[in-house]
């Protein structure tokens, strides 16, 4: 590595928006440092091997219809290793204490086959039967932004919010639909409608290609070590010395090139790329912009925690034939249930526990429970496991829990989030040399991120006044 007055890329943030970012510098042979606040590398990406169980503490899967993530998987060597989720795949939603499956083929929860409309079980038949007027409904006129619930209930119905939206939006997203933009979030469903009439129609005809590309083997893909093989796979790709682990960045100070003030030993960088949370990004543009980081402080963060509790499968007297399940808000206050969606990893993923183990996740927090992490641990898996032995007639006690924290860890793409992430590229304009990505600003899934560092990293690494590829 060049001395450090002599980098020409510094990348602040080391989830894997940034890793992806230093991994796009190095391919091409530009000098970076790679500057990680925490001990590791990785950001939500997090997993633990524990007794046999492989534990992811955040996000477990990689849509196979966004096709950045699988394709910097081929490219660090991990394509042979990837893996599909398990038969039959099926997804619940909770509805008057019975876990009622989501019809086979929906997209959030809305089917794209026509006669699936009526197999849409978590709705009531007059819910179905609203749903199906999107078929011909007229489309919205004009280009304006919405909340993912005005969409819902224009298109589908109030009862497809309660009981779709909002259910899969808090297991997604940790937020709330009446505030999440449309647009921003799923410019798909916008797509469809504009395009042609009918939601359903509209992601019937794209859930043709994707259906192709994922083959009979489901949208999702993950590897038998969990997520954090990427993080270990990409890192391992990077020269040593370009990665530093453990002192937070504090200041970035001059214009161009830049002194990094923190990051363990000082660094001067011609360019910055900050692949950090909006609320660091905005500390530390403060000094250098005020506009940008008062731009990059609005958009709002959720906290949330994972809980994953282990079983003996003969105590489990309901085990779910699929992945697992989400709790409508109205089905919580109604049932005194803690958890918004719970994941079935033993009967999603193959080789995620001991024989004779089922593994369970649960998800707690969100917009409409900001005081999640206030909770002791033990009242956090008394909660879940409550909630699990409940609706699963689980009889014993759990042989393993892990409780993961995620303070203000979900950004929300609030209604005009598109509108500030233009404002925002227009001040970072201003200040040649800086570079913004992460989940914050353009895409909150896997594929997104890795997609956003790359982009960032292309641009640093041209030439000024060059188109990057």
């Known amino acids: 590595m060049p001395p450090m007055d002599a980098v020409a890329v510094a990348v602040v943030g080391g989830g894997i928006t940034g890793l992806a970012a230093a991994y796009e510098l190095h391919r091409r042979g530009v000098s970076f440092v790679l500057l990680e606040g925490t001990p590791r590398l990785g950001g939500m990406i997090r997993t633990e091997s524990v007794g046999g169980f492989t534990l992811d503490a955040g996000p477990d899967s990689l849509l196979v219809h966004k096709p950045a993530a699988l394709t910097l998987c081929r490219e660090v060597g991990l394509g042979p290793r990837l893996i599909a989720t398990l038969a039959p795949r099926a997804a619940y939603v909770l509805r008057r204490g019975r876990l009622r499956p989501l019809a086979p083929g929906s997209v959030l929860g809305i089917p794209t086959r026509a006669d699936s409309l009526a197999r849409n079980r978590p709705l009531s038949w007059r819910g179905r039967l609203r749903m199906a007027l999107d078929l011909t409904l007229p489309p919205r006129d004009g280009a304006g932004d919405e909340s993912v619930a005005a969409f819902f209930r224009r298109r589908f119905g109030r009862e497809a919010v309660d009981y ?80 530093r682990c453990g002192g937070p960045v504090r200041a970035i100070e001059g214009s161009g090139p830049f002194r990094i003030v923190g990051g363990g030993d000082g660094v001067t960088a011609r360019q910055v790329l900050l692949a950090v949370p909006a609320r660091v990004a905005a500390a530390l543009l403060a000094p250098l912009d005020t506009q940008a980081a008062r731009l990059c402080a609005s958009i709002r963060h959720t906290s949330s925690a994972t809980v994953t509790l282990a079983y003996p499968r003969a105590a489990v007297g309901r085990a779910i034939r699929g992945s697992g399940f989400v709790v409508p808000r109205v089905e919580r ?100 040399g800086l570079h913004l990505a992460g989940s914050a600003i353009r895409g909150v899934g896997i594929p997104d991120c890795i997609a956003a560092g790359r982009a960032a990293a292309a641009a640093a690494a041209a030439p000024p006044g060059w188109a990057c590829p």
């Open 164 to 243: 779709l939206a909002e259910p899969l939006l808090a297991g997604i997203h940790a937020g709330d639909v009446e505030r999440l933009s449309v647009r921003a979030l799923f410019p798909t469903l916008v797509e469809a409608e504009r395009t042609d009439g009918s939601v359903v129609r509209g992601l019937r005809r794209q859930r043709t290609g994707r259906a192709r590309r994922g083959g009979d083997q489901g949208p999702f893909r993950s590897l038998p070590g969990g997520l954090g093989e990427l993080v270990t796979a990409v890192a391992g790709r990077l020269p040593p010395a370009t990665v």
């Open 333 to 432: 206050a109604a049932g005194g249930l803690s958890i918004m969606a719970g994941t079935s990893i033993s009967s999603k993923w193959p080789g995620r526990a001991p024989n004779g183990q089922a593994l369970f996740r649960g998800f707690l927090g969100g917009a409409h429970d900001p005081d999640v992490l206030a909770r002791a641990d033990d009242d956090l898996i008394d909660a879940v496991h409550r909630d699990l032995a409940g609706l699963l007639d689980i009889t014993a006690p759990p042989t393993l829990a892990r409780v993961y924290r995620w303070p203000d860890a979900n950004p929300q793409h609030d209604v005009g989030h598109l509108a500030t992430v233009a404002a925002i590229d227009d001040r970072l304009a201003r200040l040649p």
